[in-house]
C-alpha cells in the first residue's frame, strides 16, 4: 500500500520561509518522479515543482527563484523549500508521485498522492 505523508505547513508572515516534507512508503521511491501540487480554495489543483529520479527539477513560473525541489532517496523523502512566500502562495499543498518519467503538470497523470498539508501565507 502506497503512502505519502505531507508535513511541514503552518502559517507564515509574507516574505517568510517554510519547508514541506513528503515521507513515501510502499513504492520503489527511487523510481518515481515526485512533485508537489497546490489548490486553493475554489480553485483547481495547479503544479509547483517535479524532480525526477536523476534530480532534474522543473518549477511554475510562479515559484521560479523563490522554491526549491529536493529528495532524499535513502529517506524516501521529497522536500519544498518555501522562500520570500506571498499570500498568493497560500494553499493546500499536495505531494504527488509519477511512475512515467515523461514531464506532465496534468494532476490526473500522477499515480499516488497524499492528503496534503495547508500553507497560510499573511500579508
Known amino acids: 500500500q502506497v503512502q505519502l505523508v505531507e508535513s511541514g505547513g503552518g502559517l507564515v508572515q509574507a516574505g517568510g520561509s517554510l519547508r514541506l516534507s513528503c515521507a513515501a512508503s510502499g513504492l520503489a521511491f527511487s523510481s518515481y518522479a515526485m512533485a508537489w501540487f497546490r489548490q486553493a480554495p475554489g480553485k483547481e489543483r495547479d503544479f509547483v515543482a517535479r524532480?525526477?529520479?536523476?534530480?532534474?527539477?522543473d518549477y511554475a513560473d510562479s515559484v521560479k527563484g523563490r522554491f526549491t525541489i529536493s529528495r532524499d532517496n535513502a529517506k524516501n523523502a521529497v522536500y519544498l523549500q518555501m522562500n520570500s512566500l506571498k499570500p498568493e502562495d497560500t494553499a493546500v499543498y499536495f505531494c504527488a508521485a509519477k511512475g512515467s518519467s515523461v514531464f506532465s503538470t496534468t494532476p490526473r497523470n500522477y499515480d499516488f498522492w497524499g492528503q496534503g498539508t495547508q500553507v497560510t501565507v499573511s500579508s
Open positions: 524532480i525526477t529520479w536523476s534530480h532534474a527539477t
